[in-house]
Every structure is written in structure tokens, then in C-alpha cells.
Nanobody, 117 residues
Framework: VQLQASGGGLVQAGGSLRLSCVAS????????MGWYRQAPGKQRELVAT???????DYADSVKSRFTISRDNAKNLVYLQMNSLKPEDTAVYYC????????????WGQGTQVTVSS
């Protein structure tokens, strides 16, 4: 499985971005998908996950601001990020084959999100 993330960039605090991740392979719909992020000097952390049945989970820090969704017909997973804060600045990674709280073994290359104050 190969994952290609896109959509990162520079945005002012309070702004929005939508990240996309396209996955190769015909069994995408069976995978739990997730977004993780890693800020400089910090460990990689869970942002949001969505299971094959559509149930979602979020880090407390992004609840009510971020929304994860998926389009199984297009092998895509999205992360809509609203009301962005400077502390959201990180490299965001797409992940496949994980569970509600744990990442799977497939990682994308990461996309940089920078939120200016």
C-alpha cells in the first residue's frame, strides 16, 4: 500500500486547510485510516482516525475543529482542519491499516502544515 498526502501549506491562525491522502490498492475500504502529526522536537501523535465502517476518533486537542472523512470509491481520506492554531503546526502523516487508537504499518510521506499567529 502506498499513500500520498497533499494539501499542506502556510495559513494564518483561524484559517482552514484540507489535507488529502490517496491510497493505492483495491482493499482500501477494509483499512482503518488515520492522520498523525509530528511537531519539531515532539513525538508523533494521533490526530484522527476513521475505521472501515466510518466510525471516527479524534485527539482532544482537535475535537470540534477537525473532521476526518473518507471516499472509498476514490481511495481517499481527508482531514478538514478549521480554526487552526499555531500549535497545530506540524508535519501531518497519513496512515493505513491502523485501529482506533494505534497506527498501522503503512505511512505516507508527510505534508507540512504551518499556522502563523
Amino acid at each position: 500500500v502506498q499513500l500520498q498526502a497533499s494539501g499542506g501549506g502556510l495559513v494564518q491562525a483561524g484559517g482552514s486547510l484540507r489535507l488529502s491522502c490517496v491510497a493505492s490498492g483495491s482493499i482500501f475500504s477494509m483499512f482503518g485510516m488515520g492522520w498523525y502529526r509530528q511537531a519539531p522536537g515532539k513525538q508523533r501523535e494521533l490526530v484522527a482516525t476513521i475505521l472501515s465502517g466510518g466510525s471516527t476518533d479524534y485527539a482532544d486537542s482537535v475535537k470540534s475543529r477537525f473532521t476526518i472523512s473518507r471516499d472509498n470509491a476514490k481511495n481517499l481520506v481527508y482531514l478538514q482542519m478549521n480554526s487552526l492554531k499555531p500549535e497545530d503546526t506540524a508535519v501531518y502523516y497519513c496512515n493505513a491499516a491502523g485501529t482506533r487508537q494505534r497506527p498501522g504499518k503503512y505511512w505516507g510521506q508527510g505534508t507540512q502544515v504551518t499556522v502563523s499567529s
